[in-house]
């Protein structure tokens, strides 16, 4: 399975996809801590693995969107003010500020932008 995931097409589009959401959690007014560059690496190699698991030898944004909160959720760290907002549970918080980053970002739309191997 791990080949299979190696072997999954991501494009560039999808690729700086990825890295615009996870730059976004470093500016959210919410979040003291957002996550690294190493968690985009993280988030396109769990996209990799969604993808070969449904048959695909390509990554779609749904892919980032799908696994964003799964993968990010745990490496950020909110501020004590929003923490104050939702009563001490993280969680719910976390979840709220990855969606309305998701939503907020641009998605790569259209075969040209998404590639596939050996057309990108």
Request: without cysteine.
């Amino acid at each position: 399975m791990m080949q299979a995931a190696r072997g999954v097409f991501v494009s560039a589009a999808v690729k700086e996809y990825a890295v615009t959401i996870v730059r976004a959690t470093r500016d959210d007014r919410d979040l003291r801590l957002g996550a690294s560059p190493r968690a985009t690496l993280q988030l396109i190699r769990a996209a990799k693995a969604q993808a070969a698991l449904f048959g695909r030898e390509y990554v779609l944004p749904d892919d980032i969107d799908s696994l964003a909160v799964s993968v990010l959720g745990h490496r950020l760290v909110p501020t004590s003010r929003a923490l104050g907002h939702h009563h001490q549970d993280s969680g719910p918080l976390i979840e709220e500020v990855i969606r309305r980053i998701l939503a907020a970002t641009a998605v790569p739309v259209g075969p040209a932008s998404l590639g596939t191997p050996g057309r990108a």
